[in-house]
């Protein structure tokens, strides 16, 4: 087994990828909190990732999940009868 290496929080293979519950949490206490979802979605990543106490990984995906949100409701929107259409 390695040392641990001084200055490094953790050794060893690090988790890139939140689970979807952490994701869906994450969403989820945007949505309670008072800063909002906006905040989540356009604050400092490292000031977000501290407010909710997760990682930034974390961040990123869920930041991600919403744009894929947006982007579907958005073309859902162009072709429902009186949408904007492609722009």
Known sequence: ??????????HGAARSAP?????DD??????AH?????FLVEGHLGSVAT???T??????AAR???RQRLRERLAHDAHEP????PR
Request: hydrophobic letters at 45%.
């Open 1 to 10: 087994m390695s040392e641990p290496i001084p200055g490094v929080l953790f």
């Open 19 to 23: 689970s979807e519950k952490e994701v």
């Open 26 to 31: 994450l969403i989820a206490a945007a949505s």
């Open 34 to 38: 008072p800063l909002g979802v906006r």
């Open 51 to 53: 407010t909710f106490r």
């Open 55 to 60: 990682h930034a990984f974390t961040v990123d």
């Open 64 to 66: 991600e999940r919403l």
């Open 82 to 85: 009186g949408g904007t259409g």
